[in-house]
């Protein structure tokens, strides 16, 4: 049976920032709503929630295997509660946290810091929530 997006977006927010508080689970649910509805460079040419959760080396929690081994915290083994939902709801009717502005990428440095670009010169840092870093795209996104 295939999950519908919001199953998808539930399970990736619990997967992917379960530990991290309202604000963290909101935050990675805008960052993958913002990759579907940007019109341009990498992420333009992607269109459903399913898309951007699949694209391949993206989200670790939507790989069944990692090093090659399994990896146990995917998206297959969550059973998300009635707060992803509610974030997932949230996210897919159009909200978005103010002070994230248009991030489309977030990573854990497991240090207190956070890099100034990311990947590469294409996100700008913009914002530390819990442990994940977020980066709004630079002009050179577009030609991604």
């Known amino acids: 049976m295939a999950f519908s997006d919001r ?12 530990g991290e508080g309202d604000t963290g689970m909101r935050a990675v649910a805008c960052v ?22 699949y694209q391949p080396r993206q989200f670790t929690c939507a790989m069944e295997m990692v090093g090659g081994q399994y990896n146990m915290q995917n998206i297959y083994n969550m059973r998300p509660t009635d707060v992803h939902y ?15 502005g248009f991030a489309l990428w ?14 590469s010169a294409v ?8 442990d994940h870093c977020f980066y709004n795209p630079t002009e050179s996104y577009a030609d991604t």
Not at 32 to 53: A, D
Request: positive net charge; glycine residues 8%; proline residues 4%.
């Open 106 to 119: 977030y990573f854990n440095p497991f240090r207190p810091d956070c890099r100034r670009n990311f990947p």
């Open 123 to 130: 996100g700008q840092f913009v914002i530390r929530l819990g």
């Open 7 to 18: 199953e998808l977006l539930a399970r990736i927010i619990e997967c992917e920032a379960g």
């Open 32 to 53: 993958v709503m913002n990759r579907v509805q940007v019109t341009y460079g990498e992420y333009g040419r992607l269109l459903t929630v399913r898309q951007v959760i």
């Open 86 to 100: 509610s974030i997932a709801d949230w996210a897919i009717a159009g909200n978005r946290l103010t002070n994230l």
